[in-house]
């Protein structure tokens, strides 16, 4: 039986996406990130390590679960906020019983929006 993908970005990898859902730390991380966050706010709504939370938001940006945006504060210091992409994730079994994985990406949702 093979696994099926579709979605808005076809490229993206069935195993990148369902690897990264079954690691417990990110699916907490996207279950915090309704708004965007930063990696700091991240760690510390999680409580996780920084050096954890930097590798599981690469492995969920690699993963097309989250986006990431770089802005410039102050005295022209980088900082990036994340913010999670999914909106529903189904399996199913389709007409010709083979598995089936649909990604609705959420939309409409600025990184930067009231922060």
Request: with cysteine; net charge negative.
């Amino acid at each position: 039986m093979s696994l099926e993908f579709s979605s808005s970005d076809d490229t993206l990898s069935v195993e990148r996406v369902i690897g990264a859902l079954d690691d417990e730390a990110c699916r907490e991380i996207v279950a915090v990130l309704e708004d965007p966050m930063t990696v700091e706010e991240v760690a510390e709504a999680t409580d996780r390590p920084l050096s954890t939370t930097y590798r599981k938001l690469d492995r969920l940006t690699d993963a097309g679960l989250v986006e990431e945006a770089v802005g410039i504060r102050e005295g022209r210091h980088q900082t990036s906020r994340y913010v999670a992409t999914l909106g529903r994730l189904s399996i199913a079994l389709d007409g010709d019983n083979e598995l089936r994985a649909d990604i609705d990406r959420a939309r409409g949702h600025s990184i930067w929006s009231d922060r």
